[in-house]
């Protein structure tokens, strides 16, 4: 969807939608030839109504302009060092989390 339509036309295609709720979803799969295991995270949120934000070195996706964490009134492009700090600290375990704890153990 990004490489074709873009956020904008993500924007476009959701242009009166009132239900923007949305959510991250990452998945760690584990193989070691014999062990397989998988490790999820979502991470819910809304799509914002237009781009906002700056270009930021962390941002993994331009999806950052238009996506807002529960509990925010900012995109993820928007946030500060702040921001991101109570983000990561009010959000649930990672999936890579989750597998280093499992790894550690295994």
């Known amino acids: 969807m ?3 339509i873009g956020i ?3 924007l476009k295609l959701m242009n009166g ?7 991250f979803k990452t998945c760690l799969a584990y193989y070691d030839g ?3 295991k998988f490790f999820e995270s979502n991470t819910p949120g809304r799509i914002s109504t237009e781009i906002r934000g700056n270009n930021n070195e962390s941002k ?3 999806l950052w302009y238009i996506f807002i964490p ?3 009134d900012k995109t993820l492009a928007e946030f500060s060092d702040k921001d991101f700090q109570l983000y990561n600290h009010m959000k649930k375990e990672s999936c890579i989390k ?6 550690k153990n295994f």
Do not use: V
């Open 70 to 72: 529960n509990g925010f």
């Open 8 to 10: 904008e036309g993500l």
């Open 34 to 36: 014999e062990t397989m």
């Open 17 to 23: 939608t009132l239900n923007r709720k949305c959510e």
């Open 98 to 103: 989750e597998f280093g704890k499992w790894f």
């Open 2 to 4: 990004l490489d074709t």
């Open 60 to 62: 993994w996706s331009d």
